[in-house]
């Protein structure tokens, strides 16, 4: 008998447990604005899908997508599981998505979508827990929210105009800033590829270089201060959507080398880069 009332007691206190995570995750949603719990709840469910894939990741049917770039079954139905959410939430916006292309708006809506269901898709097939799910909402050429989620870490970032730029813990959500390093010749410097040309002119005047497989994570690794700067070369809109928000709100920059920072410029340029204030024109000056 006693031994019975240990195991039901050991099951209430997991039971208390677990409702105490989930009122914790409930009162952080609904402290979010609208737009941004419907964001966070949906890159939320996608990547309890695509964590239970990761777990099973040797299983998964993985196509050639070209030129070491791959595109496995868990990221196509990430991206339709993301829409459909999406589209149940706010069924008149637009959607731009690295797999599916482009969905057009109903009702001449000016927002927009932007999804990158695996930004890390190789390292997600060689199981290597560094990507995530990035969700972005333009209004016509700005994105206003932006939602970063690394479903293997738990790691969730997340933005709005004007409001700063946080990543929700278990413990709450944390105000994120920019790195305030001056000194070039100890910057750290992310890289989306190992462009020979970016490391020639930049190695002698830096500290280091880093490259880690996906973009987004990257970037909001800058606006975290963890990285100092990131080099970007010819990005995808969906690679730097959530980073044209979180820099902005951490406090840094994010343009071309020539620094225009409208988001079209953005997706139209041969290299963005993303760093705090003052180091941004000591970059420009190094990479002529």
Known sequence: MAELRGKISLAERRRASYERAETR?????????????????????AGRSLLRDFGEVGQLQVRDKGAGDFVSDADIKTERLLIELLQQARP?????????????????????WIIDPIDGTTNFIHAFPYFAISLALKHLDEIIAAVLFNPVTNELYYAEKGQGF?????????????????????????????????????????????HFGSSSLELAAVASGQLDAVLLTKPPIWDIATAALFIKEAGGRIA????????????DADIVLATNLTLFPKMQKAMK
Not at 99 to 107: R, T
Not at 181 to 194: C, E, F, P, Q, V
């Open 256 to 267: 071309t080398l020539s620094g225009k920072t409208a988001l079209h410029d953005l997706a």
């Open 166 to 210: 946080f990543m929700m813990t278990a413990t709450g959500n944390k105000r994120m800033r920019i790195s305030g390093r001056t000194d070039l010749k100890s910057a750290l410097i992310g890289l989306n590829n190992k462009e020979v040309g970016i490391c020639e002119k930049l190695e002698s005047k830096i500290g280091s270089f880093r």
């Open 25 to 45: 995750e409930r009162q952080r949603l609904t402290s979010l604005s609208t737009i941004l719990n419907v964001m966070v709840s949906s890159v939320q469910k």
């Open 92 to 112: 008149d916006y637009a959607v731009i998505s690295e797999e599916c292309g482009k969905i057009e708006a109903k009702n001449e809506s000016p927002y927009t």
